[in-house]
């Protein structure tokens, strides 16, 4: 779908996920994640192997790779050392121009993502990006993360506003699954969708000109 025949009179809200669109945050996440695989006993896996599932939740994880652990022992160590990979994080340049904007315009503006909320929160004040969102959720907040729709739902009831009033930015297969089953547009960031952005400032011309 070309760009400028998107309709966008009906937003009124704007659906950020963030590993992957406000932060690249995946070499940090691989080491991680490899790092607690041998913590718990496992293989480490290939970086086309982390790839494939990028993006989904801790339950999934540990579901197809640290059978026999629980989610709570796997949340745990992210959570206890994260902080030691802080360093491999990049913000994306646009971010703060980007959410100042569009938080400007008038816009209401939700962090939506299959993170932990302890680190969640870390990440958004190192990098500055929490003062810009009325919501924050989080793999935490909700029953079912993404691929499920809950919560895209949870933010778009906090923010007041309905599903189809709400555009949602993702980068991975389980974004693209979420923001449909949510009833939101759904722009693929350099992620195969109907409509995909390669770079932070085409989502900004999209949305402010």
């Given at each position: ?18 590993d ?103 990440i ?66 350099r992620s ?18």
């Amino acid at each position: 779908m070309l760009l400028k025949k998107i309709n966008l009179r009906n937003i009124r809200a704007i659906l950020f996920d963030l590993d992957g669109v406000l932060i690249d945050s995946y070499p940090g996440w691989f080491r991680l994640f490899n790092d607690a695989l041998s913590y718990f006993g496992f293989d480490q896996i290939t970086e086309k192997t982390f790839r494939k599932h990028w993006g989904q939740s801790t339950a999934e994880d540990v579901r197809i790779f640290m059978p026999g652990k629980t989610v709570d022992q796997v949340r745990i160590y992210f959570q206890e050392h994260f902080l030691q990979y802080l360093s491999y994080l990049k913000v994306n340049p646009l971010a703060i121009k980007t959410l100042r904007a569009l938080s400007e315009s008038g816009l209401k503006l939700a962090c939506v993502t299959n993170s932990h909320r302890d680190i969640v929160l870390e990440i958004l004040a190192t990098y500055h990006l929490d003062q810009y969102f009325e919501v924050i959720l989080t793999a935490d907040d909700v029953k079912n993360p993404k691929p499920a729709p809950d919560i895209l739902l949870e933010a778009c009831r906090l923010l007041g506003v309905q599903s189809n009033q709400a555009l949602f930015i993702g980068d991975t297969p389980t974004d693209k699954k979420a923001g449909s089953a949510a009833g939101c547009l759904f722009i693929g960031y350099r992620s195969p969708a109907d409509i995909t952005v390669e770079d932070m400032s085409d989502f900004y011309k999209l949305l402010l000109g």
